[in-house]
């Protein structure tokens, strides 16, 4: 860990709203319902004290209708669910101003389990500020399950202040996001900090864990042995851009003694190595329940990833696999090829930049061919796959069914390659994203990709930029787009005059390139039923 934690670039956050943000709409809502207006003339005024009650019922409801709305669409801005939390305050307010003053009733609303600080800009807290945003958890009664305190800088006094509020919630707690909730803070500071949290939280019965982006390092993990040693029903856990080295995975495996109920395992971006990738391979090893794996950009090599390959044995429950950008090679590639044998409900394979090679691409098809009939996702892009893997590859994407996105871009595959996927891709009906981009595809291959996805009914995007494409080739191509030209990638990085190589490909024109694909316009993609 550094002696400075390194402040990081951030996104501002439409949802969910900060804490301050809540307690001044609530204020707000309080003046409005306790002030003469043109309601108030007809039926009465309410008293500051039943005002501000209702104000908070109001804002309790409408922020749990909004937040349960972002949750069932995550991947949007929270636009939606900010417009949803006004029109619901709006709605409320306007039903108790009608209603006039009377003995105090509650508003009905879903239970609040959600307490996040994590909107707006990263921050440092302190002991002032703290009071005031942890103030909700610490009313008795509370329903909060899970807490958010991500994106704010936790200083010692905070930390002392968040301590007894957090232990009177152990109880109840089976949700906590601790990910960067220590930046910019000094080694010694961060280090206590974290030991604060987790005295506080030992022993809780967590569910979810997080506590990605905070430079844990070796110190950091061992800063949470005793809330790590206490868990044993935790389902999700996430350790991304930790700086988790060989020691701390070593840390990791040491202090999380059951992981049979885990679920989610998250830890991308880490420098583990081949040592501490053995490490890890424990852990995934005695998580037979596991069904989405993060491992990518680990720095693990040959060695560290036939042992995660190996761990992957026992997890055959496993939905989703993202084990992209390490430096796994062929070996690695093929033993994962023997070990994903039986895994049925794989959904989502991203396997790019491995250093597969042809040999590893192709044993993996053939593995993917035989046991992953739900396959929705296949990555495997920048592996150095040739033509000579293209059979392989395209029996293995022609008999997907479900196959919804194909990324096979900064490969090898040339036209040759590229006619053999685009044939393979044409009975695949749920299929919406393909970028077979920087492969030195020329027209031929352009043309039949093209061709191949263009009546797709839910098609979304096809990428074939970085490629060698004529300017014939180009045009033929976006003809083919011309009702829906949002569904072809641009061609900014296209060079018509590229070469790859190949000095008798290089130098072929149209014609050659008609020739090749009129010799493979027939060809058949041999799949197994």
């Not at 306007?94 to 009733?105: A, D, H, V, Y």
Request: aromatic residues 6%; negative net charge.
């Amino acid at each position: 860990m550094e002696t400075t934690m390194n402040q990081r670039s951030f996104s501002i956050k439409l949802w969910p709203p900060s804490q301050s943000t809540r307690l001044m709409l609530v204020e707000r809502m309080t003046k409005n319902l306790s002030t003469p207006s043109i309601f108030s003339k007809k039926y009465g005024v309410l008293s500051a004290e039943e005002a501000k009650e209702n104000a908070k019922q109001i804002e309790d409801s409408a922020f749990a209708a909004a937040n349960e709305h972002y949750e069932r669409e995550p991947d949007g801005d929270g636009s939606s669910a900010v417009q949803l939390y006004a029109k619901e305050s709006s709605k409320h307010m306007l039903e108790i101003l009608k209603r006039g003053p009377q003995t105090m009733e509650k508003v009905d609303s879903p239970c609040v389990t959600v307490f996040d600080i994590s909107g707006g800009k990263r921050a440092f807290i302190e002991a002032e500020e703290a009071e005031e945003l942890l103030r909700p958890l610490a009313d008795k009664g509370n329903s909060y399950s899970r807490i958010c305190f991500s994106n704010r800088s936790f200083g010692r006094g905070a930390a002392r202040v968040a301590e007894p509020i957090l232990v009177s919630l152990k109880d109840q707690l089976t949700e906590v996001d601790l990910s960067d909730f220590i930046a910019g803070r000094p080694e010694e500071e961060a280090i206590e900090v974290m030991n604060i949290f987790s005295s506080a939280l030992e022993g809780c019965v967590l569910k979810f864990l997080d506590l990605s982006n905070n430079a844990l390092g070796e110190k950091g993990v061992r800063a949470f042995e005793a809330l790590l040693k206490s868990q044993s029903s935790l389902e999700e856990l996430y350790l991304m851009n930790d700086g988790i080295s060989e020691e701390a995975a070593g840390a990791v495996r040491e202090l999380i003694p059951s992981t049979e109920k885990l679920k989610v395992l998250h830890f991308h971006n880490n420098m583990t190595g081949d040592e501490g990738a053995i490490a890890i391979s424990e852990v995934v090893k005695r998580s037979p329940a596991l069904e989405d794996f993060r491992c990518s950009s680990t720095r693990v090599g040959s060695e560290g990833g036939i042992a995660l390959t190996e761990a992957l044995k026992t997890c055959t429950s496993l939905k989703k696999l993202d084990i992209r950008d390490n430096m796994f090679g062929v070996e690695a590639g093929v033993a994962l090829s023997q070990a994903l044998s039986s895994h049925v409900g794989l959904v989502e394979a991203y396997l790019s930049y491995l250093n597969l090679e042809d040999e590893g691409a192709i044993a993996l098809a053939n593995a993917f061919k035989e046991c992953t009939p739900s396959l929705e996702v296949l990555e495997m892009a920048g592996n150095e796959i040739t033509a000579e893997a293209a059979p392989a590859l395209a029996s293995c994407i022609a008999s997907k069914h479900l196959l919804k996105k194909l990324n096979l871009s900064e490969n090898e595959l040339k036209d040759e390659g590229a006619i053999r996927i685009g044939k393979a891709l044409g009975g695949l009906k749920q299929l919406k994203e393909v970028d077979m981009s920087t492969n030195s595809i020329r027209r031929a291959g352009a043309r039949l990709l093209a061709q191949s996805v263009i009546e797709k009914p839910d098609f979304k995007l096809l990428n074939i930029d970085g490629n060698f494409i004529s300017d014939e080739g180009i045009d033929e191509v976006t003809e083919m787009f011309k009702k829906s030209p949002d569904m072809l990638g641009p061609f900014d990085e296209n060079d018509p005059e590229g070469e790859d190589g190949d000095d008798e490909e290089s130098n072929e024109e149209a014609d050659d390139e008609d020739e090749l694909g009129s010799k493979l316009k027939n060809l058949e993609v041999n799949q197994e039923d």
